[in-house]
């Protein structure tokens, strides 16, 4: 066995465990085995400088969602706070781990995952940094129904595939590794985005239809299907999340029964009308409370509560604490002294 063939058995066995221990003993059984190795290890190898030129690029990012400068693509370092109304996208982690609760669902997704949100959905969740120095790290891509739709046409008729769950984290395919990276160096080529970005785009995109949440995107694009029936009643509820309604008209703006219409409500968003309308009053609460002066009564009234009380039980049954505690662990001194003043 020469050198380089001793050190690559390390390696291996430094992925794959002891249990490669026996082989990389003895040479001549290693080598016979046709372990995959000597193969695999180039690939990987390859993968892993993608993806640490990824986070080089995504470590510009702001502790927010940070504009690229690229069509529908966003990227973030850090996130303070995990809780928003996401949008539909198809969102990558590269660095640490995102831990997402929508409706009764608890999602985790880690280094190499993506995900799809289908619809706008209301959520709160972690994020975890691997250590102080490697924050966490994601990109995005909002998704365009009318992007999809024309691969979806260039595609021909595709197999059907197995309906994964929504919000399941699926590990990124290589060569979706790969695009976002060549996405992401056009942020320091500017003038070659409006050819190329467009083109990239639609690669991505392309990798997730191949996946396993390729009949999810499918359904995106369908002007018919039941996400786009719904995205109408979910886009419906944001604008009027203030105001009560009534189940039945909601069931009508998505052209379904009443029984089918809470069946497919919940299967896209975990959540029933109901509890998303109040998901999205206490998001918009808690924002309030962090950004605004306002008290906590009156931001009860404003974002459609009409009991103070009722306000407070949800509020600490969704976030731990009651809405004042709440607020003060995000205050710092020097905002203490001015809500003093």
Not at 154 to 163: I, M, N, R, T
Not at 300 to 310: D, I, P, R
């Amino acid at each position: 066995m020469t050198a380089r063939q001793r050190a690559v058995c390390h390696q291996y066995s430094a992925i794959e465990g002891h249990n490669v221990c026996r082989l990389v003993a003895d040479p001549c059984l290693f080598l016979s085995s046709r372990l995959p190795c000597l193969e695999i290890w180039p690939t990987v190898t390859c993968m892993e400088k993608s993806l640490a030129e990824l986070r080089c690029i995504v470590m510009r990012a702001q502790d927010k969602w940070t504009e690229t400068g690229l069509p529908r693509v966003s990227m973030v370092r850090a996130e303070a706070c995990a809780d928003q109304v996401y949008q539909p996208m198809l969102h990558l982690v590269l660095q640490g781990t995102k831990t997402l609760s929508i409706g009764e669902d608890v999602s985790r997704y880690t280094t190499g995952h993506y995900f799809l949100v289908p619809v706008d959905v209301p959520a709160t969740g972690q994020i975890h940094a691997d250590t102080p120095d490697k924050p966490y790290l994601a990109v995005s891509l909002t998704l365009d129904p009318e992007v999809i739709a024309t691969l979806l046409m260039a595609e021909g008729k595709a197999p059907e595939a197995p309906q994964n769950a929504c919000f399941e984290g699926v590990i990124a395919p290589d060569e979706m590794i790969d695009a976002w990276l060549r996405m992401l160096r056009l942020m320091d080529r500017p003038h070659e985005v409006a050819v190329l970005a467009p083109m990239i785009e639609r690669e991505i995109l392309f990798r997730a239809l191949q996946g396993p949440l390729g009949g999810i995107l499918r359904d995106v694009a369908r002007p018919d299907g039941r996400l786009t029936q719904i995205r109408r009643v979910t886009q419906w509820i944001r604008e009027h999340y203030t105001e009560p309604f009534r189940v039945e008209p909601l069931a009508h703006m998505a052209d379904m029964s009443v029984a089918a219409f809470y069946r497919h409500f919940k299967s896209v968003t975990a959540m029933s009308p109901i509890q998303y309308q109040k998901r999205l009053r206490l998001l918009k609460a808690r924002w309030l409370l962090l950004f605004d002066t306002l008290d906590a009564t009156s931001i009860a009234y404003a974002v459609g509560y009409e009991s103070a009380s009722q306000f407070n039980r949800e509020y600490a049954r969704l976030f731990g604490l009651p809405p004042a505690r709440d607020a003060a662990r995000f205050r710092t001194p020097a905002d203490e002294l001015t809500a003093v003043s």
